[in-house]
């Protein structure tokens, strides 16, 4: 079975753009879960999707936001993109269901600047 | 909220030696599940292992083996006959019952010298 993919790997912008991440998730699992990872705040929940519906949200500004489509794959946007927006984004995915193991994604680091 | 603290950023061990890292967590439920995992170089977290809060027998994994103490909200990892791959971030994990986030502890980086 193939991992949880995620694209583009590394991405530079410039500070006041948008920026769209992309993850697919394993087949059959229909929870995918964001999360930002930085240096300062360590790993931080922005939201879960399951079933193209966001289940849960972190605490993070309006200007992140996500969809999962029909077939679980999953995006996630930052509008005007600010320099602490640099940061790992780690995508995983899940049968949904706390009991049930998160499989991580390689991650997309985006830097701004 | 659910707190997740590791208390020791950084920690070594020599090869072939056993290291323990410690994790404490907070919370009023009583199910829930907790989780280790690793992150090399590579930024792949991979899950070590898992623990049930409803399961007393501590969780099992090859040279991995958690010590859980629910009474305590302790949930340590130890790493036996450690080895050069088994330098990495490793980050402890919580989850609540029901359809709820990861809260992870802010990691604890271990270096295995040969």
């Known amino acids: 079975k193939a991992g949880v993919t995620q694209t583009p790997r590394y991405l530079i912008k410039t500070r006041g753009q948008q920026v769209t991440l992309s993850c697919s998730p394993i087949?059959?699992?229909?929870?995918v879960s964001w999360y930002q990872q930085t240096p300062g705040q360590g790993l931080q929940f922005l939201f879960e999707?399951?079933?193209?519906?966001?289940?849960n949200k972190g605490n993070f500004p309006g200007r992140f936001s996500g969809r999962q489509f029909s077939n679980s794959r999953s995006e996630m946007n930052v509008s005007t993109l600010e320099l602490g927006d640099s940061a790992l984004y780690l995508c995983?995915?899940?049968?949904?269901?706390?009991?049930?193991?998160?499989?991580f994604g390689p991650g997309t680091r985006l830097t701004v600047l | 909220a659910q707190t997740v603290t590791q208390s020791q950023p950084e920690m070594s061990v020599q090869e072939a030696e056993t290291v323990t890292l410690s994790c404490t967590y907070d919370?009023?439920?009583?199910?829930?599940?907790l989780f280790w995992y690793k992150q090399p170089p590579s930024r792949q977290m991979i899950l070590v292992i898992r623990?049930?809060?409803?399961?007393?027998q501590n969780a099992t994994e090859n040279r991995f083996s958690v010590n859980f103490q629910k009474a305590a909200k302790s949930f340590s990892l130890k790493i036996s006959d450690s080895q050069l791959g088994d330098a990495a971030m490793y980050f402890c994990?919580?989850?609540?019952?029901?359809?709820?986030?990861?809260?992870f502890g802010k990691g604890t980086r271990l270096s295995v010298i040969a």
């Open positions: 995983a995915s899940s049968l949904g269901g706390s009991s049930h193991e998160q499989f």
């Open positions: 087949s059959g699992h229909r929870s």
């Open positions: 999707y399951f079933s193209e519906t966001q289940r």
């Open positions: 919370t009023s439920e009583s199910d829930y599940y």
């Open positions: 623990q049930e809060a409803y399961k007393q």
């Open positions: 994990a919580y989850n609540a019952q029901g359809n709820t986030p990861l809260v």
